[in-house]
């Protein structure tokens, strides 16, 4: 009953929808979270719903999804925030 | 006890934050919806995240976070899919 995590940045599409189908079915992950900040939120929630509706449709199903903020300093010192999101994937039962 | 629908899309950022913070201020709604699909997914999330954190922090919050897609035909009459999300904001009680 291990626990994935899938953090969504540049890389192609398709590698993290791999990646996260490959987590049920090679790893035997029994949740796998999807997390991504700013503008890679988007993406995130597309790899969530390609992977449990397009290839795992009757083995794993969207859990929940939190939204929340990050707040650091950038190179000049301001504050910044940034968005954040976790969607966790568990395994249909 | 209304409902309050914000559809995000392609106008300023500060017009949606403004418009769901006035649903609770003046409108005296008790919920809003935040939704949005595809490339607008991330706008939504800053939305619900400023205007709950940063304008709202001791009259609403997040109560719920939802995805899903939407199938459609194309002007070539291909199936298209776009993710979207349901972003919902309730009064603090």
């Not at 997390?35 to 597309?46: C, P, T």
């Not at 940034?82 to 249909?92: E, G």
């Amino acid at each position: 009953m291990s626990e994935g995590l899938l953090f969504i940045g540049a890389k192609p599409f398709m590698n993290y929808v791999t990646g996260a189908v490959l987590q049920f079915t090679t790893k035997g992950a029994s949740a796998v979270h999807i997390r991504a900040r700013g503008k890679f939120i988007a993406k995130a929630v597309d790899v969530a719903e390609i992977a449990t509706k397009r290839f795992l449709s009757t083995q794993a199903k969207v859990q929940s999804v939190m939204i929340n903020s990050e707040q650091f300093k950038n190179e000049e010192g301001r504050d910044v925030r940034v968005s954040t999101i976790d969607i966790v994937l568990v395994k249909s039962t």
